[in-house]
């Protein structure tokens, strides 16, 4: 029986600075496989390492300010209501009393928030001819809820530009939607 030899030595620089690259390489695609591919510049070649990083700071970036504008929105619809019962039965009081139907279109960077309030009992519009609007005028819908308080449907949708470079009309999805809706 022949016994092995563990060998204690240590693996030369070659070897360690393959090992290195290998898992700097894998990193990087680990990176670029997060980043959503819509980010990424149109380009017919590959992009080389250093500009997927570069894309991927981008996007990092991007998310910071977008988390940011976030947390003043809340700060400022937290300052607004204190959280107090009877200033939120009154929210809700002015919500219920809103003109229906109600659009509103926010565009925010690469995407799109369609804000539609419609009422419960009289059907305005459908949720396909909401989104063969967005897609017609090059956006693609990514998610779409809704939610009812007393007699109105609150619907929010947020799509993302098919074509970066070509981006998207805000304001004519805005108009063709409120004929739509009107």
């Known amino acids: 029986m022949e016994r092995s030899i563990i060998s204690t030595e240590k693996p030369d620089r070659k070897t360690v600075e393959r090992n290195r690259r290998i898992y700097m390489k894998f990193l990087c695609s680990k990176l670029s496989s997060l980043i959503p591919p ?16 570069d894309q991927a700071i981008t996007y990092i970036e991007q998310l910071k300010e977008r988390v940011e504008v976030l947390k003043r929105r809340k700060d400022e619809l937290v300052a607004q209501g204190t959280g107090e019962r009877s200033r939120y ?7 219920c009393t809103l003109e229906t139907p109600a659009v509103e279109v926010r565009e925010l960077g690469s995407t799109l928030e369609v804000i539609l309030i419609s009422g419960l009992k009289k059907k305005y519009f459908t949720m396909q001819e909401v989104i063969n609007i967005l897609e017609e ?8 809820h809704f939610s009812t308080i007393c007699d109105k ?3 929010t ?11 998207i009309d805000a304001s004519t999805v805005q108009l063709r939607l409120q004929n739509l809706v009107c």
């Open 153 to 155: 449907v609150f619907y």
């Open 38 to 53: 819509h980010h990424f510049k149109p380009s017919t070649e590959m992009l080389s390492q250093q500009d997927q990083v």
């Open 137 to 144: 005028g090059g956006a693609q819908v990514v998610t779409a």
């Open 157 to 167: 949708i947020h799509a993302q530009v098919k074509i970066t470079r070509l981006g």
């Open 89 to 95: 039965s009154k929210k809700v009081m002015t919500t």
